[in-house]
């Protein structure tokens, strides 16, 4: 009804769009993103009116549904879902596909909001599925951006080695000369390798992986933002899903 009257969703305190991530980090980058895709074509969103961002928090997907679908496991508590149509007539949900070492198929909560969208096409007007082209959505992050900011700007000194206070090398970006880093990588592991070193034993270089690897992903993100540019949107496939965010950020206005 509120369709065929006009009304927006910013018109009853609401923004038009919501964005669902699943973290802090998740937002910062595609808030950047978003920023510099839409200058790019002289437009310009404001946040609160044209988009939100919710947070899900991974797991918690498996707590939302779409025009509350029938599960037969579901049934008796049915109510404790949250409808993602109630909350916003516009949605874009975005998804890391963790794909890459182990895991060869994407996780059973992001493939039932998949198939969703699937049995009912007519719901992509209003529900738009990002589910990312690499493991996380950092892998949309050019090998040599996350070098630097590994490098310079998040460095690590020590580390606790055999219950004593290690300190660590300077990162050496030459460490990583013959690799790239790729959409299965996982970014905090594949950048520890920027501590090592081919003469460290197994157990250290393990231990300097796991270390180096517990990073503030947040921290990461806001230092990769402040350095991104508008030539930095050719890894993978993230300038056509920028440029499709846009247009339904833009479709929500109409």
Request: charged share 30%.
């Amino acid at each position: 009804m509120l369709d065929e009257l006009g009304m927006k969703p910013s018109q009853l305190l609401q923004s038009n769009v919501v964005i669902w991530v699943e973290g802090p980090s998740d937002k910062i980058y595609i808030k950047k993103w978003l920023e510099l895709k839409a200058s790019q074509n002289n437009i310009r969103f404001i946040e609160g009116k044209d988009y939100s961002f919710v947070y899900y928090g991974g797991a918690l997907l498996d707590h939302y549904r779409l025009l509350s679908e029938d599960d037969e496991n579901q049934d008796d508590h049915i109510d404790s879902f949250i409808d993602i149509l109630r909350t916003s007539r516009y949605s874009v949900i975005v998804c890391d596909s963790d794909l890459g070492g182990k895991r060869v198929t994407l996780k059973p909560r992001v493939l039932r909001i998949k198939e969703r969208l699937e049995q009912i096409p007519e719901l992509s007007r209003y529900v738009s599925l990002w589910i990312s082209e690499g493991r996380e959505i950092e892998n949309y992050v050019p090998h040599d951006l996350m070098v630097e900011v590994f490098t310079k700007l998040i460095v690590r000194q020590y580390i606790n080695y055999e219950g004593k206070r290690v300190k660590l090398p300077n990162p050496d970006p030459a460490s990583l000369n013959d690799q790239t880093f790729g959409p299965n990588d996982s970014f905090d592991q594949f950048f520890a390798g920027l501590y090592t070193r081919p003469t460290d034993t197994i157990e250290y270089a393990d231990a300097v992986v796991r270390s180096v690897s517990d990073v503030d992903k947040v921290k990461v993100a806001r230092e990769v933002t402040g350095l991104w540019n508008d030539f930095h949107f050719s890894e993978l496939d993230l300038d056509e899903k920028m440029n499709q965010l846009v247009a339904f950020i833009l479709q929500a206005q109409q």
